[in-house]
């Protein structure tokens, strides 16, 4: 059963646009969630993280927004850059700490 | 941040075979570590949880007697494939954290294992 559920699969954005990921979870036990990148071969590395107690969290061109009455959470990225090309995956923890559920990922295609 | 390297990045080995893979915790000590495995164009899938000094605990649908993991110190956990086949072939991801809230965990680089 697919603890934390993601879309789109795949995303194609210019330079510049706004890339959105959405992500939605059944378990209210959780109270972290994690956005992490993920480059081919490469082990994934945190991009920013978010709890329940705040809608919103922003760093740089990376805004999550948290919707705790929907459980969805979302990730946006400001200004894309072709560099941001790569796979996102969104995860969520609960009261075991850094025991992750990963969503499915996203891949995500920044066209220069 | 915190760095935590996996042993070997890559191995290929035959059918039948066992492959063992380390993963650690370079600049800091960690309790507790986990297993993840990641399928092509999927996406990470949590193994097992390592404990320092205990026995893992794996989820389910995962037979830990073919998947052996040993947290033998603060900053080395290993995993072992026994009798290897080909669909065990994957990309197998280890994490470690400091165990405490709000704490970020840090991911090995993984090891792509192909089994022939």
């Known amino acids: 059963q697919q603890q934390v559920k993601q879309s789109p699969q795949s995303l194609i954005v210019q330079k510049g646009g706004i890339s959105i990921i959405n992500c939605a979870y059944e378990n209210t036990a959780f109270d972290y969630f994690p956005w992490y990148q993920q480059f081919p071969g490469k082990g994934p590395a945190l991009l920013i993280a978010i709890r329940p107690d705040v809608s919103e969290k922003k760093e740089g061109r990376f805004t999550i927004s948290f919707n705790k009455s929907a459980k969805q959470f979302s990730l946006h990225i400001m200004d894309s850059q072709p560099g941001d090309s790569a796979t996102y995956f969104c995860?969520?923890?609960?009261?075991?700490?850094?025991?992750?559920?990963f969503g499915s990922g996203t891949k995500l295609n920044v066209k220069p | 941040g915190a760095v935590v390297s996996q042993h070997p990045s890559w191995v290929i080995c035959k059918s039948g075979t066992s492959v063992k893979i380390e993963c650690r915790s370079l600049d800091f000590q960690a309790t507790t570590m986990f297993w993840y495995r990641q399928f092509p164009k999927q996406s990470l899938m949590l193994m097992a949880t390592?404990?320092?000094?205990?026995?893992?605990?794996?989820e389910q649908g995962v037979e830990k007697d073919k998947f052996l993991i040993n947290h033998a110190s603060l900053t080395l956990s290993t995993l072992t494939v026994t009798s290897a086949h080909p669909e065990d072939s994957s990309f197998y991801i280890c994490s470690a954290s400091l165990g405490q809230a709000d704490t970020e965990a840090f991911f090995g680089q993984g090891t792509r294992l192909t089994v022939v």
């Open positions: 995860a969520a923890s609960g009261d075991n700490f850094n025991k992750f559920y």
């Open positions: 390592s404990n320092e000094g205990s026995k893992a605990t794996y």
